[in-house]
């Protein structure tokens, strides 16, 4: 049965950092790409970053462009997500997704895909 399981999420201050985790269990994540989205109440959803499985190609979302990393770790079989110098703004439920291709979506938009259940980020002080 696929799984993905995001961990990570939390509280913290402004101009903090957090990582966020993304495993899997039933199947390799290596052979797929690996994306995250956000949704905040009242919000649509935001596909923010996605690492391609063909050539490990990293795409971000203008609003994340130079704060968030993402990467793999082939060993634990998980994706990460490196998140510095948060904003109030980026206070949200982060999801892991993969719609089962080699390369990421256009635009960060998932169709016919995958998710957990997501980890909350809190960015307050």
């Known amino acids: 049965q696929v799984q993905l399981v995001e961990s990570g999420g939390g509280l913290v201050q402004p101009g903090g950092s957090l990582r966020l985790s993304c495993a899997a269990s039933g199947y390799t994540l290596d052979y797929y790409a690996v994306g995250w989205f956000r949704q905040a109440p009242g919000k649509e959803r935001e596909g923010i970053s996605c690492i391609s499985s063909d050539d490990g190609s990293t795409y971000y979302a203008d609003s994340v462009k130079d704060r968030f990393t993402i990467s793999r770790d082939s060993a634990r079989n998980t994706v990460w997500l490196q998140m510095n110098r948060l904003k109030p703004e980026d206070t949200a439920v982060y999801y892991c997704?993969?719609?089962?291709?080699?390369?990421?979506?256009?635009?960060?938009?998932?169709?016919?895909?995958?998710w957990g259940q997501g980890t909350q980020v809190t960015v307050s002080s």
């Open positions: 997704v993969t719609d089962w291709y080699s390369r990421c979506p256009e635009n960060l938009l998932w169709d016919k895909a995958d």
